[in-house]
């Protein structure tokens, strides 16, 4: 079999076997298929795109590539969530809490963020002592002991998907969606579990800016899972503006943690539920996605969800009496209030720029090796449909630095404010099965 016969099949419009697929991603990932041949057959893919079995095909070939994760010593039905990233995103810290305070096992491997705030190990490690790095047999007792553990991914996971990104990165060829959708599901499959929700973001802080790309992502890594034998259902959220009002490190713990002690941040909560519904539905826990919905509620306002995330802080040896008294977890020096400039109603917020703010502050990263600051970061008071007067603040930069003004102009060009009220986004756009 000769490579380049493999691309112009492809070019041409042609459907790849399953022994082609297998003889590009193997050979690519050991060198013997160079770059110039493996950015023509990505290429040719962005173009000609692929079927659901080539598509289905690639993500196993990529799975195949490495490790995998045997969590096979898990008792019980294993569920996984995955979001496609956003600002102010920290459901995985609600959901999997109220997940497992019905007892289906959250194993959950979490990665580093590059970009907007840190990621989800990040945010946990604002927790002084919590480790996210421990052995698979540590891990898998404490999901079994506790029903939850994250962690950060471990063994070559999928390191066919790690070089062709960093390949398509350079070539033009990131927004495929075959591709995007193989990348994200082959890690996803490579961690062992036996369903997935994937919660799909669309708007201005989102990947996917359109509904409709996000729908077509969705309905990619849904038919991927089926295809490879994880029921896998994705729910399309909106990401128009921050989810939630806090975004950082430290912050964005207080906030998930206070849903679980019963306060209601609207949107958060909202999503949080939905999300552990179908989790606990796919684990065959409840029948219907309104029972579940209904006795998930229940267990954010008992108590019983926020003390799975002590016993996750406690078992990983974090100080748990930063979740008990919140003022412990680490704080910018300064607070810096952005003032509205006129009279009016919030029309729209640029969730990506605030997210860029903040990165500004020292929460997230623009390399890979800067250094998170898990004590700065961003607080709105006001999201789209609120009512604002002129000296108000819309939001309250926290930072380490008296001067902000890179993240003030930033949250200033963020913001949209009109004479006329307008709706509050709709906020769960589609489920797709």
């Known amino acids: 079999m000769r490579m380049v016969d493999v691309i112009t099949k492809k070019r041409d419009g042609g459907e790849l ?10 050979g690519y990932t050991n060198g013997e298929i160079p770059d110039y041949q493996a950015s023509a057959l990505t290429m040719a893919i962005y173009f000609q795109g692929m079927t659901q079995e080539e598509t289905a095909t690639l993500t196993q070939a990529m799975v195949d590539s490495g490790e995998t994760i045997d969590l096979s010593g898990i008792q019980g039905h294993k569920v996984d969530k995955h979001s496609t990233g956003g600002v102010g995103d920290k459901v995985t810290f609600i959901v999997g809490p109220l997940v497992a305070s019905v007892g289906v096992p959250v194993a959950k491997m979490s990665g580093r963020g590059l970009g907007h705030t840190g990621g989800t190990l ?3 490690e604002s927790i002084d002592g919590l480790e996210i790095e421990m052995t698979k047999e540590k891990f898998i007792d404490n999901v079994n002991k506790h ?7 471990t063994g070559n996971l999928a390191p066919a998907d790690k070089k062709l990104y960093a390949l398509r990165d350079v070539t033009g060829t990131v927004n495929s ?5 193989g990348s994200i599901m082959s890690k996803k499959l490579a961690s062992g579990a036996d369903s997935i929700v994937l919660d799909v973001k669309t708007g201005s802080g989102a990947f996917m800016k359109t509904l409709e790309d996000s729908e077509n992502l969705a309905r990619e890594m849904v038919n991927i899972g089926n295809n490879l034998g994880r029921n896998t259902v994705a729910v399309i959220s ?6 939630g009002y806090e975004v950082g490190n430290a912050n964005e713990i ?11 941040v609207e949107d958060l909560r909202t999503l949080s539920l939905e999300i552990a ?11 219907t996605y309104e029972e579940a919905y209904e006795a998930l509620a229940v267990n954010l306002e008992n108590g019983k969800a926020f003390n799975c995330l002590r016993t996750l802080i406690e078992a990983q040896g974090g100080d748990v009496s930063m979740i008990d008294d919140m003022d412990k977890l ?3 020096k300064y607070d810096i209030e952005v003032k509205a400039e006129t009279d009016g109603y919030v029309s729209a917020i640029d969730a990506e720029s605030i997210g860029i703010a903040a990165m500004y502050l020292g929460a997230g990263r623009a390399t890979k090796d800067d250094q998170i600051n898990h004590g700065v970061g961003i607080t709105l008071n006001k999201k789209i449909g609120d009512p604002v007067q002129s000296g108000e603040a819309l939001v309250v930069l926290h930072s380490d630095e008296e001067d902000a003004a890179a993240s003030i102009e930033k949250v200033k060009s963020a913001y949209e404010i009109t004479k006329e009220k307008v709706e509050k986004p709709t906020l769960i756009h589609n489920i797709i099965k």
Not at 238 to 243: C, Y
Request: proline letters at 5%; aromatic letters at 8%.
């Open 277 to 287: 519904s179908h989790m606990t539905v796919l684990a065959e826990v409840f029948e």
């Open 17 to 26: 076997t399953k022994e082609e697929i297998y003889f590009f991603v193997e």
């Open 122 to 124: 990040d945010k946990l």
């Open 330 to 332: 680490p704080k910018a």
């Open 177 to 181: 969606l075959p591709l995007i959708a």
């Open 254 to 264: 207080k906030e998930a943690a206070k849903i679980l002690q019963g306060e209601n």
């Open 147 to 153: 029903k939850l553990a994250v962690a950060g991914q």
């Open 238 to 243: 909106d990401m128009n503006q921050p989810l």
